[in-house]
């Protein structure tokens, strides 16, 4: 099994490359979709400190986080359409 050092790693990796995505982004779009992808990275490295402590209220906290990111994803979406 590969060590969670490595997990890490990539975490790291793909938090970098969003953040790139982020800050450069030529349009709000592009910038909206690092946002949700960081906000699903933080609820894969929530689940993987749930399997690293063996404690079951993490993976609880990255359901409700996963929930309210997307709902707020999906409300500034709804706003950038003129929806809201």
Known sequence: MIGVGVYLA???IA???SMYRFMVGPT???R???VDIM???TTGLMVLFALYY???IFLDV???YAMLAFG???AFARYMEGGL
């Open 10 to 12: 990539l975490i790291a």
């Open 15 to 17: 938090t970098l490359l």
């Open 28 to 30: 709000t779009p592009d």
């Open 32 to 34: 909206l979709v690092a």
């Open 39 to 41: 906000t699903t990275i």
């Open 54 to 56: 063996k404690r079951i």
């Open 62 to 64: 990255a359901l409700v």
């Open 72 to 74: 707020g994803v999906i």
